[in-house]
């Protein structure tokens, strides 16, 4: 069984150019969650998702931060325009309802904004 | 704000020593998770222990919660090389109906051969 799927793995624009993660999570896993990680301000939960359903973005830094959940296997975190302090590697996770509570992680996405 | 704090921030060891990480928070929890990262990739689950647990074992790994002094540690013994990586610990809440996690700063463990 696949893990969480993000692509590209690494990405490196400019300032003010418009930068689009993705995510594929785990089959059957109903939650996602968005992390972001830098060496700062370590681990910090950035948006998640139920059901395909925004349920807590108060982590999301500013309006230039987007996140959608179109259907059930796939998502995306858009940052227009870019800057450099939004480098960082940003992690999607999926976890199931009930089960052991775990979240599994992907491989996660190295952005750099020059 | 980071819920959980790790210590040490970086410890080395040799092989075959036991590793012992500590997580201290400052409120109520339902759960707290241990989970490792290795260079370059994501996170990856290790243990769970619940609030009402006060120690669970997983292979060579031991846990603790002391929720009175709202405060767990991470036990790694007989360590291997490959136990080169760092360590989290994410405390979880109810929020909302849904499970919240907040992570540490995380350990930096070091294996020498």
């Known amino acids: 069984d696949a893990g969480v799927i993000q692509s590209p793995r690494h990405e490196v624009t400019e300032m003010g150019q418009e930068v689009t993660l993705r995510c594929k999570p785990i089959?059957?896993?109903?939650?996602l969650f968005w992390y972001r990680q830098t060496m700062m301000r370590g681990l910090e939960l950035l948006i998640y998702f139920n059901n395909n359903v925004p349920i807590d973005d108060s982590g999301m830094p500013e309006d230039r931060f987007s996140a959608k959940m179109p259907n059930a296997s796939f998502s995306t975190l858009k940052i227009q325009p870019s800057e450099p302090r939004d480098s960082a590697v940003y992690f999607c996770?999926?976890?199931?309802?009930?089960?052991?509570?775990?979240?599994?992680f992907g491989p996660g996405t190295r952005l750099t904004v020059l | 704000s980071q819920q959980g704090e790790e210590d040490p921030q970086a410890l080395s060891i040799q092989e075959g020593e036991n590793a012992t990480m500590n997580c201290s928070y400052k409120?109520?929890?339902?759960?707290l998770q241990w989970y490792r990262q290795n260079s370059g990739r994501g996170l990856v689950h290790l243990i769970l222990i619940r609030s009402n647990e006060r120690e669970k074992h997983s292979g060579r790994l031991r846990v603790t919660l002391d929720t009175s002094k709202k405060s767990s540690s991470l036990l790694i013994t007989a360590s291997r090389a490959a136990d080169t990586a760092s360590y989290f610990c994410a405390t979880a809440r109810i929020i909302q109906g849904a499970q919240k996690l907040v992570f540490g700063q995380g350990t930096r463990l070091t294996i020498n051969p």
């Open positions: 089959s059957g896993h109903d939650y």
């Open positions: 996770a999926s976890r199931r309802t009930g089960g052991y509570n775990e979240q599994f």
């Open positions: 409120t109520s929890i339902n759960n």
